[in-house]
């Protein structure tokens, strides 16, 4: 009887520390997928501010263009 307790009680503990050593692999193996998916949504982040920008700069450029044709325009009508 006590040395089925007693392995009981080892294989209880061996049961016991797999479990911790499983939970402690799945901790790692989740913080590396959340990382990933961390760089892909920073990824994603920084592109749509990339694109963002180059359109802006393209809006700015044409509203430059813009302001110098009127001021051209302008420019004509006061020196008639």
């Not at 520390?17 to 990824?43: D, E, P, Q, T, W």
């Not at 982040?45 to 044709?69: H, M, P, T, W």
């Amino acid at each position: 009887m006590l040395k089925v307790q007693l392995i009981s009680l080892i294989y209880g503990n061996v049961k016991l520390m797999n479990f911790i050593r499983g939970a402690k692999i799945m901790g790692i193996i989740v913080s590396i997928f959340y990382g990933f998916v961390g760089l892909v949504i920073l990824f994603f982040i920084v592109q749509y501010a990339i694109n963002s920008g180059i359109d802006n700069s393209k809006e700015v450029k044409a509203f430059r263009s813009e302001l110098k044709e009127i001021k051209k325009q302008l420019n004509d009508l006061g020196g008639k």
